[in-house]
């Protein structure tokens, strides 16, 4: 299985800030993925990150706040952009091929005040 | 939305087999079922999964019924560490655009003394 990590594990950040999250793999991927968890809730897909392309955002999520960047093919990053309370999530990214089992990262905890 | 109806919880006594059901009557042809757990705000970590035969390796069992409209995941020896939410997800296994999985809200598994 993949070996993945993620920086910063955690972040105390201020409204109107922006946050860059950083997911590392051991092994080249094609696909990588961005998750939030809100408090209580469960994962919801933000968007997919394809090296060489744009990246796929799911309905009510956008580019402006949440702009990704996939150079090659064990690194992307995530960047919460203009921070709200309400982007106070778990933060976690996933690489996993379409046939192939996806495996997650540790997850970055993210409070805005 | 998710395609898997499951328990929002379940209590088992450590030591003995926790069975956690799952429904998943839409199900295609071509979608596994796979089985995640969380365990307190880490990320999930991959179980097990399954086509149409029933699976076993090092963490647990799944049993699939024949018409695969529904599944179990059988810990056979909980211990209080598999206390975690668990997620079925069916997913699309080959011949699919979409590599991304779809979380619904799991079982809260808690397994007390």
């Known amino acids: 299985s993949a070996v993945i990590s993620q920086k910063p594990s955690r972040d105390i950040c201020q409204r109107g800030t922006s946050l860059t999250i950083q997911c590392q793999v051991d092994?080249?991927?094609?696909?990588m993925f961005w998750y939030r968890q809100q408090p209580g809730q469960s994962l919801t897909l933000i968007a997919t990150a394809n090296q060489g392309s744009e990246a796929t955002y799911e309905s009510g999520f956008v580019i402006d706040k949440f702009p990704i960047s996939r150079p090659n093919l064990t690194f992307s990053t995530l960047t919460v952009s203009n921070m709200s309370p309400e982007d106070s999530s778990i933060y976690l990214c996933s690489v996993g091929d379409i046939g192939e089992t996806q495996y997650f990262g540790p997850g970055t905890r993210l409070l805005v005040l | 939305d998710a395609k898997t109806t499951q328990p929002p919880s379940m209590d088992c006594a450590e030591g003995r087999a926790a069975n956690l059901p799952c429904n998943h009557s839409t199900i295609s042809g071509n979608e596994y079922v796979y089985w995640y757990r969380q365990i307190h705000s880490q990320g999930p970590q991959y179980i097990i999964h399954g086509l149409k035969n029933n699976e076993t390796n090092e963490m647990a069992s799944l049993i699939i019924t024949e018409d695969r409209k529904s599944s179990t995941l059988i810990l056979p020896h909980a211990t209080l560490r598999d206390t975690a939410v668990y997620y079925c997800?069916?997913?699309?296994?080959?011949?699919?655009?979409?590599?991304?999985?779809?979380f619904g809200k799991g079982t809260k598994l808690s397994v007390k003394p």
């Open positions: 997800i069916v997913r699309v296994g080959y011949g699919g655009s979409q590599g991304n999985l779809i």
């Open positions: 092994s080249q991927v094609t696909m």
